[in-house]
């Protein structure tokens, strides 16, 4: 039996290759809007056309030939995109691809590429004002940080972890895997998946110099994957992936520092199969939490107390496929989009607006190995 990895076929990854970006038509539907999907395939980032009335995506080729691009996400003014490669070695060193590209008329046009501080780079961060990034390195158990300055990236520092955790398949040694940065951009995180920790950091935006403030440290064997933050300012949610649960927090404006308020497990009643949690989506107005759960492959929909950040279940309903690695909202939030990687499709649920209720079933549209969803 194979067992669960974070990525299997990594090891037999070729080293990513910054190409020149292909050929990608200007928008095709009236009205529509450019989708970026990250793909665990050599063609890296794929192309698509978002219509927003019948919630469907058309395919619009490749948009850059990035090796396994983990993940993908946009500058604050939506001019630049940054990615992650993650890959076992880059430029002849053993270290994971960082990239930048242009955004132009929906097409993207290389910038920059520089080496992460170690292997298999799984996630990149922007911070709020556009000028920092952050890259975890998944096989390498370190972060790196870049200055970036109109869009070129400028390494500026690295981090490497040494913890680990007692789940011996899956935290022998340290895996950081999720960057982010505190509402008032103070302070940057890195969930470190093998250390059961998060790693806090006072951040200084002009140099994107990162100095140590303090860990969040989770349930031994919990296994940390990402964290996102409340509209209200002062609560964030880190899911943990190996237990399934998810750790909701009290985020201290003074020193940084997340203190668990409560913990919320994801799994049904009964449940002991293999699982994996994932990823984190929060409506714009911060009524409505959303979770996906791999393995057993479903979402987790909640309402959520906008003052307290205390949430409410509202019920488990289908991913659409086999290992949701991301989702998000549309823009119009009419939409969510699911990312299923092991199903080579992208599932699309209408959503109810008022009740924050997904539908039960939606539509399928294929995309290989989908890692990362992301609205130009």
């Not at 396994?68 to 053993?94: C, H, M």
């Not at 293999?274 to 984190?280: E, G, K, V």
């Amino acid at each position: 039996m194979m067992k669960l990895s974070r990525r299997n076929f990594l090891i037999t990854a070729s080293a990513a290759t910054f190409a020149a970006t292909a050929a990608v038509p200007s928008f095709a539907l009236p009205g529509g809007q450019r989708v970026f999907i990250g793909s665990n395939m050599p063609d890296g980032i794929l192309a698509y056309d978002w219509d927003p009335t019948k919630g469907e995506l058309v395919p619009a080729g490749v948009a850059a030939s990035l090796t396994n691009a983990s993940w993908i996400t946009l500058s604050p003014d939506r001019d630049y995109l940054f990615a992650a490669s993650e890959v076992p070695s880059f430029n002849g060193k053993q270290t994971g691809e960082v990239a930048s590209f242009r955004v132009a008329m929906g097409a993207l046009q290389p910038l920059s590429a520089l080496n992460s501080a170690g292997a298999g780079t799984c996630h990149v961060a922007l911070d709020h004002t556009g000028g920092v990034l952050l890259a975890a390195d998944y096989g390498g158990g370190t972060m790196s940080s870049f200055h970036v300055s109109e869009g070129k990236l400028k390494a500026a520092g690295s981090e490497y972890y040494s913890t680990h955790g007692p789940n011996k398949d899956r935290q022998k040694s340290s895996h950081a895997h999720f960057g982010s940065f505190s509402p008032d951009n103070r302070f940057a995180y890195m969930n470190d998946l093998g250390g059961d920790c998060i790693h806090i950091y006072s951040l200084n935006a002009t140099t994107g110099a990162l100095t140590p403030a303090g860990t969040y440290r989770t349930r031994p064997g919990d296994g940390p994957r990402t964290l996102h933050f409340h509209p209200n300012g002062y609560t964030a949610y880190g899911v943990n992936e190996l237990t399934s649960t998810v750790d909701v927090l009290e985020w201290s404006k003074d020193d940084g520092s997340l203190s668990l308020i409560t913990r919320i497990e994801l799994l049904p009643q009964g449940y002991h199969g293999p699982t994996r949690a994932c990823d984190t989506v929060i409506s714009k107005d911060g009524k409505f939490v959303y979770f996906a759960n791999r393995d057993n492959n479903f979402l987790y929909s909640f309402s959520a107390d906008f003052v307290s950040g205390r949430l409410t279940p509202i019920g488990r309903s289908s991913c659409g496929g086999k290992t949701p690695r991301n989702f998000t909202l549309d823009p119009t939030e009419g939409w969510m989009l699911v990312a299923n990687q092991d199903s080579n499709v992208i599932s699309v649920f209408a959503r109810n607006r008022d009740t924050g209720a997904l539908a039960d079933a939606g539509k399928n549209f294929p995309a290989a190995a989908p890692m990362c969803i992301l609205f130009a």
